[in-house]
C-alpha cells in the first residue's frame, strides 16, 4: 500500500498530559504563598516589583499546570499569551478573572529590547493581584485538575 498524505481525524491521537505538571503545579502554591507571607507582614524586602514578579510567577505556573494537563503549551509567557492560551483550551473558565490577567500586562515591556520598560504598581495594587492569582488557583484545582492525582 502506498503512503498517502491524506488522512483521517480518527488518525490523531488525544494529546497526552506533558510531564511535570505536578512541579509547575507546587512551583506555584510556593510562589502564592511567598508572596501573601510577604505582603502581609509587609516585609520592606520585597518591593511592588517584586511581589508583581512573584505573583507573576505564581499565575504562569497555574496556567502552565492547567495546559500541561491537557498536553498543550502557550505560545508565549505574557499574560495576554498564557490568557489566550487558557481561553482556547478551556473556552469560558477565565471569564471571571480575564480582564485582570490582561492587565497586568501593563507594568512590564521586557521583550523588545528597544522598547524596555518595567512599572512597579502602587502597594495598593497588589491585594488585587494576589485575588487573581488564588482565584486562578482555586480554578485550576477545582475544575481543571478534577480527576488528577496531585492537587
Known amino acids: 500500500m502506498e503512503p498517502t498524505p ?48 512573584i505573583i507573576a510567577m505564581a499565575i504562569e505556573k497555574f496556567v502552565m499546570t492547567a495546559l500541561m494537563c491537557q498536553g498543550k503549551l502557550p505560545n508565549n509567557h505574557t499574560m495576554k499569551d498564557l490568557v489566550e492560551a487558557m481561553d482556547e483550551a478551556f473556552p469560558g473558565a477565565m471569564s471571571g478573572i480575564r480582564e485582570g490577567l490582561l492587565n497586568l500586562d501593563q507594568y512590564q515591556e521586557i521583550c523588545d529590547v ?26 485550576v484545582e477545582k475544575q481543571l485538575l478534577d480527576g488528577k492525582n496531585e492537587k
Not at 24 to 41: P, V
Not at 115 to 121: D, E, H, L, V
Open 114 to 139: 528597544d522598547t524596555f520598560n518595567i512599572t512597579g504598581p502602587a502597594m495598593e495594587e497588589i491585594p488585587v493581584m494576589l485575588d487573581l492569582a488564588s482565584r486562578l488557583q482555586n480554578l
Open 6 to 53: 491524506n488522512f483521517s481525524l480518527s488518525d490523531l491521537k488525544k494529546a497526552q498530559p506533558i510531564q511535570g505538571w505536578e512541579d509547575f503545579w507546587g512551583e506555584g502554591k510556593a510562589f502564592l504563598k511567598t508572596a501573601s507571607s510577604a505582603y502581609a507582614q509587609q516585609k520592606k524586602a520585597f518591593t511592588t516589583v517584586i511581589l508583581y514578579n
